[in-house]
């Protein structure tokens, strides 16, 4: 049993929850367009679930949507009417969190009815730092904890956060998993398995985690193989020197001199399976430009990968049992520069392997290409992922063992 396996864990399946009244922490943080509008409902749909999963019980739903300051903070109020026109009137949205509102809302909630609390990120306690039991100490905790029979678990998305309302109600109500997280971790479970094999196509940013991702899985299972995209390849290619040198310091300006030790020594240990692209593309004076890699020079911008690497990655990921993928190909903001991860995105659609998909930007550019029903599973996380890939257990699951 791997440390990932869901058996680990306090489970919702272990409790009979009829007639009671239950926390749950979900993870509805959604895209949200500059007009501040929801842009995919999709986690709350896989919420349903969650909601369906325990038992005739009253619930209280909590989450956070976006970081406070940023253009994503806004109100639970447009969550709770898209979970209002599937779950009809038994369900509430209340623009309150520990407040009088909330309070009154949930002593007469009853078996059967649903109430969403708004923001968690609303209240400054939620992002507050130090120890679950310092933080179970605060007023958001305190406030709410006493009108709850137990507390339920099923925010994998926000599970690497240390967050108050993650790590500090578990430690004054008996907490589970629920049955999304379950589910999540069961998929990563196949996912990083020795048994079968693992094509990770990892892109985007995030260097360091993505770093951790590699390091970890090539360490232990000899039947996986990653192929890459976005910054993480740019900065490997430089580092291995596909691209000439002088062009290879400037990209390195922005690196970690630590990071660049630990690339290093994952080539030198796994090269052999390890892919990076061969071509790539950029727009110059809007005219998209597609060049080989060793064609690269100062001024060129990688923003997504070309056609040769696309056609490559796709005739290597069909000897695999299973394909993961995590972050775009290039820059997805612009149409021309889209292409690679949208050519990815559909040709890994038509193979017959056990396709996984997890990251914001990924999900909802599948969503886009109406393809969501061809991927075998289509996670909730994007930083809880690559967490866990990289063999660390975070605080807020630690914290739900047996």
Known sequence: MSLLSPENFRSYRDYNLDGKKLLVRIDINLPISREGRVESFYKVRK???????????????????????????????????????????????????????????IKDLKPGEVILLDNVRLLSEETLKGSPEKLSQTIFVSRL??????????????????????????????????????????????????????????????????????????????????????????????????????????????????????????????????????????????????????????GDEIQDIGSKTVERYLEIVKGFDNVFINGPMGIIENSLTRWGTDEILKGVAKLNVYKVIGGGHMVSSLEKLGLLERYDYVSTGGGSLLTLLSGEVPGPLQILRK
């Open 47 to 105: 919420h349903i679930k969650t909601i369906d999963s325990l038992g005739d019980s009253a619930i209280v739903l909590l989450s956070h949507q976006g970081r406070v300051g940023d253009d994503n903070f806004i109100s639970l109020e447009q969550h709770g009417e898209y979970l209002y026109n599937i779950l009809g009137d038994r369900f509430r949205f209340v623009m309150d969190i520990i407040g009088e509102a909330a309070i009154e809302s």
């Open 145 to 298: 904890s006493k009108y709850f029979d137990y507390f339920v678990n099923d925010a994998f998305g926000a599970i690497h956060r240390n967050h108050t309302s993650l790590i500090g109600f578990p430690m004054v109500l008996e907490s589970m998993i629920g049955p999304l997280m379950e589910e999540e971790l069961r998929t990563l479970d196949k996912l990083i398995s020795e048994k079968d094999s693992c094509a990770f196509i990892l892109g985007g940013a995030k260097l360091e985690t993505k770093i951790k991702v590699m390091e970890n899985i090539l360490s232990f299972n000899p039947n996986a193989v990653f192929l890459l995209g976005g910054m993480i390849s740019t900065a490997m290619h430089a580092i291995y020197g596909s691209i000439p040198k002088k062009e290879a310091q400037s990209i390195l300006k922005w690196v970690d001199p630590k990071l660049i030790d630990v690339c290093r020594e994952i080539i030198e240990r796994f090269g052999d399976r390890i892919y990076l692209p061969s071509d790539y593309r950029y727009v110059k004076n809007g005219v998209l430009v597609e060049k080989h890699i060793s064609e690269y020079r100062s």
